[in-house]
């Protein structure tokens, strides 16, 4: 962590919002693309990021430097972001079909055929990512979106780094296999 | 003694009911809405009232672009500036039979656009919009709080 | 699968990381070169990359925070409020969660006079009114008031019409 940003979180640590806008704008687009990679859902993924920015500043006091700034963030977008996916699978469990149960409306989009199929690819990708376990589904998306190394994505977990290669590794092949058929490439089982 | 007195003179008060008091104070809650048919969004935030506005409207999209709090005073305008030198201006004029009467001015520039008193019950909603907005118009839906 | 093919399949993940040691990389390398199905399953992991980054990666270009940091002020302003009753113990300097002689028989009247406030005053509960527009007015455009049936109650709307003209940017 430089000197600078050193400076801007102990003043956030004060209270002061000026050095939170400075941290959400360095940051909100590391959050919103782990809390994308989580919810691929847009308006979802601003309200992550908004939770997210709320709770730094509510628990800013308790960050002492330990590990490195963009961990402490990282891991809470991860959480927060997790926890929203739980909050949601009880919403949606239980009141899918309940009268005044939100939902979108459902306008049909005109679209060329090559982009339905993409687009049909992609919620099959949403799918396969909603059924990894939590842990794997960290792993990929620390990996593959935010391309962090073995060893940051240990310091961001809190495990080692057999660990995190464990966890890649069974995500990476739980997706293959839930997603065979819809890959080009065919890939061993 | 003394503070123990002045505790139970004020849960006392407290207990009254609000219209023996009169309606002072109001809180008001306006959240500004870009409606229009580019995509398909509706904002979590406005689940409450999408009901109402899929009921009212053909709109697609339903996106919020603001959401204030004003606390009304009688007789005391409050102004939210809006988007295109327009500002919307709530004044709490008075009460009538348990419903806070709110006029609502929006201006464009110097110029009323638009003038209007309403009635609201605790919790109920008016709808006032047709400015345009982007690609879409503003929404403002008004709400009030006693 | 062949026996050549263990040891360079376990490496692949740290390969496509950028994981690998130099040493490990030369024998995947020499591996990729002959070996047709761990080149399709190396490429199998580059395509699952590019599903999974690629969505990502447009939804954050294409993302301009509209209003999220206004949300985020307004959350903590709301969240730093004090709450009536503490205002309220701020203003009295009472604790009166502290003094049981005085908050027990204080609650004791509180809820004495709740409970027979309806019979003292004569209170009656009038049915919810819907909102009502007293009036409506534009020296510049049309206007039109209509209400519609989403429930119990009727809903409102008043409608400016504008024209053309009138369009604004938004800022």
């Known amino acids: 962590m430089n000197q600078e940003e050193a400076e801007l979180i102990s003043r956030c640590q004060k209270g002061d919002q000026e050095a939170l806008k400075e941290i959400f704008d360095r940051y909100r687009e590391k959050v919103y693309r782990i809390a994308y990679g989580v919810v691929r859902h847009r308006e979802d993924a601003l309200d992550i990021v ?63 055929e090559a982009i339905l199929i993409d687009k049909e690819l992609e919620e099959k990708v949403n799918g396969a990512m909603a059924k990894l376990p939590e842990d794997q589904r960290a792993a990929v998306i620390y990996r593959e979106v935010e391309g962090l190394s073995y060893q940051e994505m240990a310091q961001t977990m809190g495990c080692s780094i057999g660990t995190v290669m464990s966890r890649l590794h069974y995500g990476r092949k739980r997706l293959q296999k839930l997603l065979k058929g819809y890959m080009k490439e065919g890939g061993r089982a | 003694m003394k503070k123990s007195i002045l505790l139970i003179t004020l849960v006392l008060i407290l207990s009254l009911p609000l219209s023996v008091t009169a309606l002072a104070q109001v809180q008001a809650r306006i959240r500004i809405i870009q409606a229009s048919n580019t995509g398909t969004t509706v904002d979590e935030s406005l689940r409450d009232v999408y009901r109402e506005l899929g009921s009212l409207f053909n709109f697609t999209s339903y996106r919020l672009m603001k959401d204030l709090d004003l606390n009304l005073v009688g007789n005391k305008p409050q102004t939210v500036p809006l988007h295109g030198n327009r500002s919307l201006e709530v004044t709490l004029v008075g009460e009538y039979k348990k419903m806070a009467e709110l006029r609502l001015r929006i201006f464009r520039g110097g110029t009323t656009v638009l003038n209007t008193q309403v009635r609201l019950a605790p919790g109920r909603t008016v709808i006032v919009g047709g400015p345009k907005h982007g690609d879409g118009v503003a929404i403002f839906a008004i709400s009030a709080g006693f | 699968m062949k026996d050549s093919c263990s040891r360079p399949l376990k490496l692949l993940g740290k390969y496509l990381d950028g994981e690998a040691t130099d040493q490990e990389k030369e024998l995947v390398g020499n591996h990729l070169r002959e070996c047709q199905a761990c080149q399709a399953e190396l490429n199998s ?22 209003w999220v940091w206004q949300k985020i002020e307004r959350q903590i302003r709301a969240q730093e409020k004090p709450s009536w009753l503490q205002s309220l113990r701020e203003r009295l300097s009472l604790s009166p969660f502290l003094r049981r002689r005085v908050w027990v028989p204080a609650l004791a009247v509180a809820l004495l006079v709740v409970a027979a406030a309806p019979f003292l005053l004569k209170i009656t509960s009038s049915p919810a009114a819907a909102s009502v527009v007293v009036y409506v007015e534009s020296q510049t455009n049309n206007v039109m008031v209509y209400e519609s049936e989403t429930g119990p109650e009727t809903a409102v709307v008043i409608w400016l019409f504008e024209e053309p003209g009138d369009e604004s940017s938004p800022t």
């Open chain 3, 45 to 66: 992991m580059k395509e699952l990359r590019t599903l999974i980054a690629t969505p990502v990666e447009e939804a954050a270009r294409q993302e301009d925070f509209p």
């Open chain 1, 50 to 112: 908004q939770e997210v920015f709320v709770k730094l500043y509510r628990s800013i006091g308790n960050y002492r430097g330990q590990s490195s700034f963009y961990t402490y963030v990282y891991r809470m977008a991860m959480n927060t972001a997790i926890d929203f996916t739980r909050r949601r699978k009880k919403f949606t469990a239980s009141s899918l079909d309940e009268e005044g149960a939100f939902q979108p409306p459902d306008v049909p989009e005109k679209r060329p």
